[in-house]
């Protein structure tokens, strides 16, 4: 059940109360309650399969819960990252001018907008590039500019920059906290422990479906509290 109306916490962006997700008879996400407030950078930790894109996805109204309560921003004011970015068969200028006139606003304005937004991104000189044939770290760089011009409440990313060479992740990464610091709050899934180092001050640590430890990013990886997040985080060092 997906509420549309305002979280009953008035500090909270994002309130879900016992979200139950199942398809057929495997139950990917139990009983799972967070409260997430404005200004957090929040990463999702846990191995394949812990419910991370699930919850996500319920955040973004890509899919709906089976049980408990959800209320988040208006998908409008919410801006969601790939691992392969969806882009237009179009120009890059025109990827990201497409978001503003979709909203109704006229071209010209859209697209002063949007060169706006490909300078901040490094992209003014690819901007009549076809956006396709960029790099995977040029096209995720493009996705970021198309959700930053439409100034999201909510920033949504679910590995983002997995495929992406590591300068190409810094980039990104120094980018998604640009957002921030202009407004935006982030909910994060990663398999990268450096970069929810980097990025986070909560880590919300998943194992099969549950949440199982929500803890600041210092606190968790300095003294992780359950035997699954030690597990996983010595994992991770090896």
Request: hydrophobic fraction near 45%.
């Amino acid at each position: 059940m997906r509420s549309t109306a305002p979280v009953q916490n008035n500090s909270a962006l994002v309130e879900l109360v016992r979200v139950r997700y199942r398809v057929g008879d495997t139950e990917i996400l139990r009983g799972v309650s967070l409260q997430i407030n404005p200004g957090e950078r929040v990463a999702l930790l846990g191995a394949n399969g812990a419910g991370k894109t699930t919850l996500l996805r319920l955040i973004n109204g890509l899919i709906s819960s089976n049980e408990g309560t959800l209320a988040s921003p208006p998908v409008a004011l919410q801006a969601m990252l790939f691992q392969k970015p969806p882009l237009l068969r179009r120009n890059v200028l025109d990827n990201v001018a497409f978001a503003l006139k979709s909203r109704g606003m006229a071209e010209t304005e859209a697209e002063q907008l949007s060169m706006q937004t490909l300078s901040r991104c490094g992209l003014t000189g690819l901007s009549q590039r076809y956006a396709r044939a960029l790099s995977g770290g040029e096209q995720q760089k493009l996705a970021l500019a198309r959700a930053w011009v439409t100034r999201p409440t909510l920033l949504l990313a679910d590995e983002a920059t997995a495929s992406l060479a590591p300068a190409a992740v810094h980039e990104v990464e120094r980018l998604m906290l640009d957002m921030c610091e202009q407004g935006s709050t982030l909910i994060f899934a990663t398999h990268n422990r450096g970069q929810a180092k980097r990025l986070a001050t909560r880590i919300v640590f998943m194992s099969a479906g549950r949440v199982i430890e929500d803890r600041t990013a210092d606190d968790f990886f300095a003294n992780p509290a359950s035997q699954e997040a030690i597990d996983y985080i010595n994992v991770e060092r090896v």
